[in-house]
């Protein structure tokens, strides 16, 4: 712990700057009172901006000296995916879910203190995840499902030597894809700290658990389908973006696949 607090709190600062702008945005897009909303009446339409701002966000935070350096996690569900996958010690994986959390919540304070009760109107409701109107399994079916789909192009892309520098795009299309068409679902999560985050400042708990077991499940559904396929060994860091030189604390053997020596 001594030696890896600071990746710890970027975890923190990351997942934090990512609900600060969730929650902007989600003023800005559906508090009645933006001039925002009112010019933009189509609800597919906001959906489609809120992803497209979210997907940059993500991007902007894997790409930023933070994310560079921490792996830009932002989420304990692909920590524990990579723990699983033998490329996090168990110390640092708990630590990081910790922090996670922690951010998650002072992400939503920060927002609270920017944009005041706009944060906070029925509309924005600290922008907490909920089941739609089709229900909890539809919910829970379409987390664990996304959750599956991101995991699997994440592990696919990050551990291939032609397409590893492109992970933090492609993360950050998927979320702006997810947002825009899931949404209506589930209220797109895949984290239950984001989740946690937003529902500890709204007092709203409803199906809490979707957001805790959907995600863990579809992305270790997804390390296991992939670690069949290729073997443990094709597996070679934790990081989401690794082109840059910053130090690494996970069980990297990132090396092996930047030369091509890939066993």
Not at 106 to 115: F, N, S, Y
Not at 170 to 181: C, E, K, Q, R, W
Not at 234 to 240: E, P
Request: glycine share 10%.
């Amino acid at each position: 712990m001594a030696a890896h607090w600071p990746e710890y709190l970027m975890e923190s600062a990351n997942l934090g700057a990512f609900m600060i702008s969730a929650c902007l945005f989600t003023v800005l897009l559906e508090n009645p009172e933006s001039p925002v909303r009112m010019a933009i009446g189509n609800s597919f339409a906001r959906r489609a901006f809120m992803g497209l701002a979210m997907g940059l966000t993500a991007v902007l935070i894997i790409l930023s000296p933070f994310g560079k350096r921490s792996g830009a996690h932002m989420n304990p569900s692909v920590t524990l995916t990579f723990f699983a996958l033998g490329k996090i010690r168990g110390l640092d994986a708990v630590l990081y879910g910790i922090f996670q959390f922690l951010g998650g919540s002072l992400g939503v304070a920060v927002a609270l203190l920017v944009a005041g009760a706009a944060v906070g109107h029925p509309s924005v409701r600290y922008a907490v995840t909920m089941p739609g109107s089709q229900g909890l399994a539809a919910a829970f079916a379409a987390e664990a499902l996304i959750s599956y789909l991101l995991m699997t192009m994440i592990l696919t892309v990050s551990n291939s030597r032609s397409l590893a520098r492109y992970t933090p795009f492609l993360a950050g299309l998927s979320v702006a894809v997810f947002i825009a068409f899931e949404a209506p679902l589930s209220g797109i999560s895949m984290n239950p700290a984001r989740t946690f985050g937003s529902a500890l400042w709204a007092d709203v708990w409803t199906a809490l658990w979707i957001y805790f077991f959907a995600p863990p499940l579809g992305m270790l559904l997804a390390a296991q389908v992939y670690r069949r396929r290729h073997g443990l060994h094709r597996v070679f860091c934790a990081k989401l973006h690794h082109h840059n030189d910053q130090r690494c604390i996970f069980r990297c053997n990132y090396g092996a696949l930047d030369s091509g020596d890939q066993g």
